[in-house]
Nanobody, 126 residues
Framework: QVQLVESGGGLVQAGGSLRLSCTAP????????MGWYRQAPGKDRYGISC????????VYADSVKGRFTISRDDAANTVYLQMNDLKPEDTAVYYC???????????????????WGQGTQVTVSS
C-alpha cells in the first residue's frame, strides 16, 4: 500500500491562497490518475479535483471550479492543488488519492481505495 503524504495546509484569511502538495515514494504517481479530496467537520469526504497523467485532463467539483487548479509534476512525483480566493467553507482536511480511471472518464473523482494519509488541515477565517 503506497503512502501518500500531503502538505501545505495552514490558516489563511478569506480571499487568500494556499498551495497543497502530495508526494509518494518512487514513481507511483507518474502513471496514475491523481486527485484531491476534502472533509469538513461533520461532513463526508468527497473528491474535489483530479488530473490524468497522459494528457493532463482535469475534473473539478462545482464548489471549487474557477478558484482551484490541480497540476502535477511527474518528474518530481508530486501533485499540487493551488487554491485561490479561499472561503470559510473551504475549511477542511485535504487528502490526495489515487483515482479510479473509469470514474475519471465519467467526470468523477472517485478514489481507487478507501485508504487515506494524514491529510493537511486548511482553515479559512472570515
Amino acid at each position: 500500500q503506497v503512502q501518500l503524504v500531503e502538505s501545505g495546509g495552514g490558516l489563511v484569511q478569506a480571499g487568500g491562497s494556499l498551495r497543497l502538495s502530495c508526494t509518494a515514494p518512487g514513481s507511483m504517481l507518474s502513471h496514475s490518475v491523481m486527485g484531491w479530496y476534502r472533509q469538513a467537520p461533520g461532513k463526508d469526504r468527497y473528491g474535489i479535483s483530479c488530473i490524468r497523467s497522459n494528457d493532463g485532463d482535469t475534473v473539478y467539483a462545482d464548489s471549487v471550479k474557477g478558484r482551484f487548479t490541480i497540476s502535477r509534476d511527474d518528474a518530481a512525483n508530486t501533485v499540487y492543488l493551488q487554491m485561490n480566493d479561499l472561503k470559510p467553507e473551504d475549511t477542511a482536511v485535504y487528502y490526495c488519492a489515487f483515482i479510479n480511471p473509469q470514474y475519471f472518464r465519467r467526470g468523477q473523482c472517485e478514489s481507487l481505495a478507501d485508504s487515506w494519509g494524514q491529510g493537511t488541515q486548511v482553515t479559512v477565517s472570515s
